[in-house]
């Protein structure tokens, strides 16, 4: 089993970038996908980026391709997401989540199998 602990939120203005960390517990850190999902309020929770067990593949919501950038290091059980142009409507709770699919890059939520209990991210216009 995987424990998951996102950090790096916080109130951005629009433009601005952050990056979100997640720290992993477990040795079988490894043995899963990883993935960042966000959800506004009154919204579904909608896949924001994915990356393969080994980092080498990874997937982008169409909305953040070229401005968001997703990395793991396994040296440091840690997954990033990198977010650069930073936009109002993008304020959510973002979470990150491990995979339980054999796909090697899920996108969808019921894909995944363990889950961070989010951090806030607030874009100011």
């Known amino acids: 089993q995987v424990q998951l602990v996102e950090s790096g939120g916080g109130l951005v203005q629009a433009g601005g970038s952050l990056r979100l960390s997640c720290a992993a517990s477990g040795r079988t850190f490894m043995r899963y996908a990883m993935g960042w999902f966000r959800q506004a309020p009154g919204k579904e929770r909608d896949f924001v980026a994915g990356i393969s067990r080994s980092g080498g593949i990874t997937r982008y919501g169409d909305s953040v391709k070229g401005r968001f950038t997703i990395s793991r290091d396994t040296a440091w059980n840690t997954v990033y997401l990198q977010m650069n142009s930073l936009k109002p409507e993008e304020t959510a709770v973002y979470y990150c989540?491990?995979?339980?699919?054999?796909?090697?890059?899920?996108?969808?939520?019921?894909?995944?199998?363990?889950w961070g209990q989010g951090t806030q991210v607030t874009v100011s216009s």
């Open positions: 989540a491990g995979a339980s699919s054999t796909i090697v890059v899920p996108i969808t939520p019921p894909e995944y199998a363990y």
